[in-house]
């Protein structure tokens, strides 16, 4: 069964840094990989979709790569701002089901102005 | 509306009791999910639907769990005999299609007392 990992659980950085956090999965045989945003007290809002044929997805100061062969995955942020602070969760399928996506634990980001 | 919506936002329950909870998707969409948060965790997926049926209902812990989509755009959770352990918020999500991105609910937030 596929397994996602986030490093770090948190992260705290001053204002303007650029910063990467990290995403692991175990089943290579993935449809596409998510990364959202989750603030506090709130639903998830969808930031980037990396279907399994493309290498990587950008979105203004969002990067995310994605290494299917290695099961890692990143999202780039840079030049950070206090308005970035949220917790970023990673999910893939396990390739089985489209439908069925295994979140990460998330990595917590406080940016400090 | 524009984005998913969910109803119950909040949600207070005596153990034992019979609770459902509803989502409205995005109109068009043809994919809804449920899936469960307990804080601090990544959300856990528990049913994926296409259209009317469940194409994937695996996530489901028990049966007194059962969701329903009857015409294809509403959907139900329903719990039965609720305990203490199903607090949690139930976020509910949906997409154009199984392999697009997914919008998420602001979720219900659900107290078993």
């Known amino acids: 069964k596929q397994e996602v990992t986030q490093i770090p659980a948190a992260l705290s950085v001053p204002e303007g840094e650029n910063l990467v956090l990290n995403c692991s999965f175990t089943d290579s045989a993935i449809y596409n990989l998510q990364w959202f945003r989750q603030d506090p007290g709130k639903g998830l809002t969808s930031l980037l979709l990396i279907q399994s044929s493309q290498r990587e997805q950008t979105s203004g100061r969002l990067n995310a790569s994605l290494d299917k062969s290695s099961g890692r995955s990143t999202l780039y942020i840079a030049a950070s701002q206090p308005g970035d602070s949220a917790t970023y969760l990673c999910?893939?399928?396990?390739?089985?089901?489209?439908?069925?996506?295994?979140f990460g634990k998330g990595t917590k980001l406080s940016v400090k102005p | 509306g524009a984005g998913v919506s969910q109803t119950p936002s909040n949600k207070v329950t005596e153990k034992g009791k019979y609770v459902e909870l509803r989502c409205d998707p995005i109109s068009g969409h043809t994919a809804l999910y449920w899936y469960r948060q307990s804080l601090g965790q990544g959300p856990e997926f528990l049913i994926y639907?296409?259209?009317?049926?469940?194409?994937?209902d695996s996530g489901l812990p028990n049966d007194r769990f059962f969701a329903v989509r009857p015409e294809g755009s509403v959907s139900t959770l329903k719990i039965q005999r609720t305990e203490r352990g199903d607090s949690a918020v139930y976020l509910c999500?949906?997409?154009?299609?199984?392999?697009?991105?997914?919008?998420f609910g602001e979720g219900s937030w659900l107290t078993v007392v």
């Open positions: 999910a893939s399928d396990d390739g089985g089901s489209q439908g069925n996506l295994i």
């Open positions: 999500a949906s997409s154009r299609t199984a392999d697009d991105t997914i919008y």
């Open positions: 639907f296409q259209g009317t049926g469940a194409a994937d």
